[in-house]
């Protein structure tokens, strides 16, 4: 869809029959991000970690590995990252097995997001809830060293989560490298537990599967049973966000199509990820497809619910509106009006060192709406960099209404 370009740590657009997608990649002197997966039957998944190409190599020796095993290694950890599963009978098991001795030998270290952060609304978390001693809190023996795996997808708790009498916040976030979006969370401070659910490249997957009445709730109940496995004392479920970026958009419109799930949702979110078809006599926009979004915005715009949404300029390939096109459906629906954007934000995304020197790229806001707590930005970019910041800088963007929005507003 886009122009060839030196390798960086971006991603491809790949195109599918509703929704332009990503798949991350990596500079060769730099892996960020990988998530290792796990040996059964242990019942948490290793938190992210990255490493350089360069120190697994000079690793090898002291593992007893080979470099091509250790290069094997580092595609495994790849598509481990990615979800798939190298079962015993995969061609690339042999990785698999040399990843596993790396791990083991503590050749690892935690993950670093590079980015440089705009300071976040921190959330008051629990700011009319009595003191109470340390011991006698929840969440005083509440164990956050890993992530907890689920049916397509993992459970995360931020550092940020706090809980004195059991009750919690879950943001539920579809589509998106895990680790990344783990940071973003982190960074921006919110409280309350995530969910993140990856079904690979196409919308469709998502709204087939989120288009099913039983299987949310089924994750729910999973993710209360964990989250008192794992030590939060009287776990009980308060508010639900939902949160995609790209082809994750298409969970949430299957979600919102359910009266009875869709008015248990407060927030969602939309991170350059809202799309609709075309009418075929006059070209006008398939407002059928919107309608969930549609009475989502109408509820915010009165307060009632929370919706923020980040999109670019960019064009799709195929015969369906681009994010801003479909966005300003929904603008109009609301009467909420464009306005121009904050200023350019020179903040770098990676820090990118070596031999193509420091890359620190832009993310420039171009427009903002905002009605009650309807909230619209629009930055520019019509490349796949572009839209992949919608995601890497959600912490700046999106992240800060949600933490807003639960911080000053009681839970019902």
């Known amino acids: 869809m886009f122009p060839a370009e030196p390798p960086r740590a971006e991603v491809q657009l790949l195109d599918d029959d509703d929704q332009p997608t990503l798949i991350f990649r990596r500079p060769p ?13 242990a019942p948490a998944m290793a938190a992210p970690t990255r490493r350089s190409t360069s120190r697994l190599i000079a690793l090898s020796a002291a593992a007893g590995l080979s470099v091509a095993a250790v290069l094997g290694a580092i595609v495994s950890t790849q598509l481990g990252a990615a979800g798939l599963d190298l079962g015993a009978g995969s061609v690339l098991q ?20 590079r980015a440089e952060a705009a300071a976040p609304v921190k959330a008051r978390a629990e700011a009319t809830a009595p003191a109470l001693p340390p011991e006698a809190r929840a969440d005083a023996t509440l ?9 397509d997808g993992i459970i995360t708790i931020p550092s940020s989560f706090s809980s004195a009498d059991g009750a919690y916040d879950l943001v539920v976030h579809f589509h998106g490298v895990n680790d990344v979006v783990h940071a973003g ?3 921006a401070g919110l409280n309350a537990v995530v969910m993140i659910i990856n079904m690979g490249i196409s919308s ?18 999973k993710a209360q049973t964990a989250l008192a496995a794992r030590g939060l004392r009287d776990a009980r479920l308060r508010r639900v966000a939902l949160s995609a970026f790209s082809a ?12 009875g799930f869709a008015d248990k949702v407060d927030a969602v979110l ?15 926009l398939d407002m059928e497809r919107l309608k969930p979004f549609g009475r989502f915005a109408e509820m915010a715009a009165t307060g009632k619910k929370l919706m923020s949404i980040t999109h670019s300029e960019i064009i799709p390939v195929g015969d369906y509106a681009g994010t801003h096109e479909s966005t300003d459906a929904l603008l109009k629906l609301t009467g909420a009006q464009r306005a121009p954007g904050a200023g350019a934000d020179d903040k770098p995304v990676y820090e990118l060192t070596g ?25 520019a970019g019509t490349q796949k960099p572009d839209h992949v910041r919608h995601l890497t800088r959600m912490a700046e963007t999106a992240l800060p209404d949600l933490v807003r929005h639960w911080s000053e507003t009681p839970a019902r």
Request: net charge positive.
């Open 94 to 113: 042999p990785a698999a097995a040399a990843a596993a001795v790396l791990r083991k030998a503590g050749h690892v270290a935690p993950a670093v997001l």
């Open 143 to 151: 164990d956050r060293s890993a992530v907890i795996p689920i049916p």
């Open 270 to 284: 939309l991170l350059d990820g809202i799309h609709t078809g075309y009418m075929p006599i006059d070209r006008s």
């Open 185 to 187: 969370f982190e960074r």
């Open 29 to 41: 002197a730099s892996l960020s991000g990988l998530a290792m997966p796990v040996a059964a039957p």
């Open 355 to 379: 031999a193509a020197g420091e890359a620190k790229p832009r993310f420039v806001p171009l427009s903002e709406a905002h009605k009650g707590a309807f909230h619209v930005r629009g930055y």
């Open 248 to 259: 994750g958009y298409a969970a949430v419109r299957g979600l919102l199509n359910q009266p």
């Open 204 to 221: 469709a997957a998502y709204e087939t599967r989120f288009g099913i009445r039983s299987y949310l709730p089924a994750l729910l109940a």
